[in-house]
């Protein structure tokens, strides 16, 4: 069994900076694409940023430039540096990762989620 435990969200004013991050336990193999979403009260949740494995990475257009997607894979952990925060940044940020636990056997993890909220 694997989970995804995030940390780091918290209250910001507009234009601060917060670090998250996502480590990943239990029986782990490898992690493909490691994924940060969010989903902001009465909106579909949308995907943030994702890194591959290989490192690449991809943001959504509200927040290249801001913000930082990038993994350690020797500690199962996924962070997002987010700076000049929003206010429309506001939301449950989760984590979401492809994790194979034993040969050619994945699994699509979410984690439980970390509230952020930008606000004067």
């Known amino acids: 069994q694997v989970q995804l435990v995030e940390s780091g969200g918290g209250l910001v004013q507009p234009g601060g900076s917060l670090r998250l991050s996502c480590a990943a336990a239990?029986?782990?193999?490898?992690?493909?694409?490691m994924r940060w979403y969010r989903q902001a009260p009465g909106k579909q949740r949308e995907l943030v940023a994702s890194?591959?494995?290989?490192?690449?990475?991809n943001y959504a257009d509200a927040v290249k430039g801001r913000f930082t997607i990038s993994r350690d894979n020797a500690k199962n952990t996924v962070y997002l540096q987010m700076n000049t925060l929003k206010p429309e940044d506001t939301a449950v940020y989760y984590c979401?990762?492809?994790?194979?636990?034993?040969?050619?056997?994945?699994?699509?993890?979410w984690g439980r989620g970390t509230q952020v909220t930008v606000s004067s």
């Open positions: 979401n990762a492809l994790i194979e636990t034993s040969p050619r056997r994945f699994y699509d993890v």
């Open positions: 239990g029986s782990i193999l490898s992690i493909n694409a």
């Open positions: 890194i591959s494995s290989g490192a690449s990475t």
